[in-house]
């Protein structure tokens, strides 16, 4: 199956997932940061399936528990 946390791609962004236009254009980022951002500089392999975009869809017990703490605002 393909990998849910990077929906196959392989890759995550700085943040694990896509920032808000907020975010984007708030304080915490300069242009040089916008620039690496949209150019994809802060992609990294991603954490779950390690780049291959595949995976089993064994192991995310644990994405789901992170997935609902994220959802009760822990
Ligand atoms: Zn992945």
Redesign the pocket.
């Known amino acids: 199956m393909k990998?849910p946390?990077?929906r196959g791609t392989?890759t995550q962004t700085l943040h694990g997932a896509a920032i808000s236009m907020e975010e984007f254009i708030g304080p915490d980022w300069d242009d040089d940061m916008r620039d690496g951002y949209t150019s994809g500089l802060y992609d990294h392999a991603?954490d779950?399936?390690g780049g291959s975009?595949e995976?089993t869809s064994e192991g995310w017990d644990w994405y789901q528990v992170e997935l609902q703490e994220r959802a009760m605002g822990a």
């Open positions: 990998c946390l990077c392989g991603c779950h399936c975009g995976t």
